[in-house]
């Protein structure tokens, strides 16, 4: 079988994308079997309302997916804990980490945090608005986002994020991959 896994909503808080939502993955909670496929992939836009909130460059939607170790977890796995071996990956090689986590931009372009902020006057603000901060995937080359099939290897439950639409409040675009 073959799963799609999107996303859906578009940036702003809960009144500004009204009727719409908020970003979130759909299916927020996937169940699938070994040996099924899931396809990753997603698009959003420029052109959003350059008021509505956000992260990264204004009026733009960009979504990645990262693998977490719990559901109640802020950030992603750290390298250490990936070459640890205790954890299960959602995505079994660095090439694939990395391609649903950068979407497209170009890794050897992109800079600390510290060079967009210094460019910017140590202003925070046009720092993550920077397109050269791909932290916030700003140098994706575009909102649309094909990951490919991917098959599912191994049982067990696989929580990921969007490290760009997760403010650490009440603004998550998290889900969970269980496979059977």
């Not at 009026?59 to 796995?77: A, C, E, F, K, W």
């Not at 990936?82 to 992109?110: H, P």
């Not at 191994?154 to 969970?176: A, I, L, P, V």
Request: with cysteine; proline share 4%; charged share 20%.
């Amino acid at each position: 079988k073959i799963y799609n896994l999107n996303v859906r909503g578009k940036r702003g808080n809960i009144v500004q994308t009204f009727p719409a939502t908020e970003y979130d993955f759909s299916p927020k909670d996937l169940q699938v079997t070994v040996g099924d496929y899931v396809h990753y992939q997603w698009t959003g836009c420029d052109t959003n309302p350059q008021g509505n909130d956000g992260e990264g460059t204004k009026g733009t939607d960009r979504s990645n997916i990262v693998q977490m170790s719990g559901p109640n977890v802020q950030t992603p796995l750290t390298q250490e804990e990936i070459d640890s071996g205790k954890v299960n990956m959602l995505f079994k090689d660095t090439v694939t980490r990395q391609r649903m986590a950068y979407i497209g931009q170009d890794e050897t372009k992109c800079k600390t945090y510290e060079e967009p902020l210094a460019k910017n006057n140590n202003n925070a603000d046009n720092a993550d608005r920077d397109v050269e901060n791909c932290m916030k995937l700003n140098a994706a080359p575009t909102p649309y986002f094909n990951g490919g099939l991917q098959q599912v290897q191994s049982q067990g439950t696989f929580y990921f994020m969007s490290t760009r639409n997760n403010n650490f409040s009440n603004r998550t675009q998290k889900g969970s991959l269980t496979v059977l």
